[in-house]
Structures are given as structure tokens and as C-alpha cells.
């Protein structure tokens, strides 16, 4: 793929779409691009979080150990960003993510990212939106999980 099909391609991604077509050819260059097959893993649960990786095609599941083996959290889709949370918190990963399909990813170490977040503020408004987005996803599951599990009021 030519470098300028690579930057259309981030152009799509939400958090990169205000930010300049020069500053995305250069993203798209310092980037490696990774191919896995269906059952490869991009990173583990605990692994150390050094890169975050945009979907270029494909998806993925979001799987997180329990006592009672891996549960899936999420789905990750094209244009979707995963990885960013043990960047941004400088933290191990906190799930794995493994390909459900051939997948196609653009991967992005911690120190360009974090110059992109410094460089253009609006990415990081952005950032906060997806992971409010995340968190408040949870918090429904969650609410509606706890909520089954309560013992039902005599009526």
C-alpha cells in the first residue's frame, strides 16, 4: 500500500481526522504496518504497553482473564484504536487483543503517539471521547449484569 493510501486511511480514524495531511504522512511513515492471521495475538493482558495500533482492516476481540478463563469485553473494528489505554497510563496492557479475521493494523510506538498528543491537543480531546465512550459502555453492562443477578423484590 502506497504511504498516501496509508494516510486517507488514518484520515477515517476519528481521533486523527483533524490533523494535518503532512503530520499524518509522517505518522503513516515512522508507523509499522502488521498483518495477523485469525487467532494471533497483537499483545497480551500484562504485556508491557509500548505501541498502540490503529485497524486498518479486519477485527478483533478484547479479551480479559478471569478466575473462570478469558471473557470477551469488546469487539475491535475497522478504524478503531487499541492499546492506547497502557500508554496514556503508562501501565501493563489491561486485555488482550486477538484477531477474529485476517486483521491489518498500523502500529504506532508510545513516543510517536505521545508527540501527536502533545502536538495537536484536539487528538487528545478526542481520545477522551472514545474512552468516555468505553467506559460508559461498561458501566451499562456492568449496571445491567449486577442488576440480574439481584434477588427480584416480592411484589
Do not use: W
Not at 510517536?112 to 459502555?137: C, G, Q
Amino acid at each position: 500500500m502506497l504511504l498516501r493510501d496509508e494516510v486517507e486511511m488514518l484520515r477515517r480514524v476519528p481521533i486523527f481526522s483533524r490533523i494535518a495531511p503532512a503530520k499524518l504522512k509522517l505518522l503513516a511513515f515512522t508507523s509499522d504496518r502488521m498483518t495477523y492471521r485469525a487467532g494471533q495475538n497483537l499483545f497480551r493482558q500484562g504485556d508491557v504497553g509500548d505501541a498502540a495500533y490503529v485497524v486498518l482492516s479486519g477485527t478483533a476481540d478484547i479479551l480479559v482473564a478471569s478466575p473462570a478463563g478469558e471473557i470477551k469485553v469488546a469487539d475491535v473494528e475497522v478504524n478503531s484504536i487499541v492499546g492506547e489505554i497502557a500508554i496514556l497510563c503508562d501501565v501493563s496492557r489491561t486485555a488482550t487483543v486477538r484477531a477474529t479475521s485476517p486483521l491489518e493494523v498500523l502500529r504506532i510506538s508510545k513516543e510517536h503517539f505521545l508527540k501527536l498528543l502533545s502536538d495537536f491537543p484536539e487528538m487528545a480531546v478526542e481520545i477522551m471521547r472514545v474512552l468516555a465512550d468505553r467506559l460508559n459502555h461498561t458501566t451499562a453492562e456492568l449496571t445491567a449484569a449486577r442488576a440480574s443477578k439481584q434477588p427480584q423484590m416480592a411484589q
